[in-house]
């Protein structure tokens, strides 16, 4: 099991050059639970998982590991904790893919310090996991979108760390291998009681895995929660533009989301004929 551990952004503000992305912002992360950060494009959902990993510098606040300020640890005690993996990583050209998952292991290797057996079952159980195994020695470059994107899962996962952040972990993946990496998540996070934070776009699969949402709109948190309280239709209008109608969902019985758009409304509803009244007109 996981060592447990308080996450938390407090008065957190950030941004790139002259433009604020997000302001103001007071977050706690439920440790040892699953959280979903939705919102809007471009409202300040991978900043915010950037300056809560240290890769970004905040203007205002701070984020807080265990009491202490993340961006004041050093680097590799950091990255022992705290595992990110980022919204379109690059892989070093001709690197294969074992050794890409290797390097999940840096963080627990001293200078000089010698490859142990640890490391070698780490990474052979997060290619086992994320079905990458039969990759192990191709090259990353040969790969297409949704097995690269399995390869730095496995890699995130190589570093078992108590708390994983990934920005858009399904992206690039088909409808099956998205549900595939988010029951691995899911099983990571029963078995060892890893604290996952992930920024989804799909509210839908958000709703059904994350124990916790968060919903950003406006540079500023909107609402969190659990699923049942954060997603709904308000919400939805708020933080997206979008008008839907919630439902449950009758596979998980969490919240399901309906969108609806100018032409998904029965012709009944606006008083149009509907197919009978058009027969009988014929």
Known sequence: MTTVHSLAAERLSLGYGDRTVVESLDLAVPPGRITAI????ACGKSTLLRSMSRLLAPREGRVVLDGK???????????????LLP????????ITVADLVGRGRHPHQRMFSRWKHE???AVA???EATDTMPLADRSVDELSGGQRQRVWIAMALAQQTDILMLDEPTTFLDASHQVEVLDLLTDLNHARGTTVVMVLHDLNLA????????ALASKRLHAAGPPNEVLTEETVRAVFGLDSRIIEDPVSGRP???PIGRHNV??????????????ESL
């Open 207 to 214: 709703a059904r895995y994350a124990d916790h949402i968060v």
């Open 256 to 258: 399901l989301m309906l």
């Open 119 to 121: 490391d070698d079952e």
């Open 266 to 279: 029965r012709h009944t509803e606006i008083g149009a004929p509907g197919p009978a009244a058009t027969r």
């Open 38 to 41: 939705v919102g809007a494009n």
């Open 69 to 83: 300020e993340v961006h004041r640890l050093p680097a590799k005690e950091l990255a022992r904790t705290l595992g």
């Open 87 to 94: 919204q379109s990583p690059v892989a070093p050209e001709g």
């Open 125 to 127: 159980a997060a290619l």
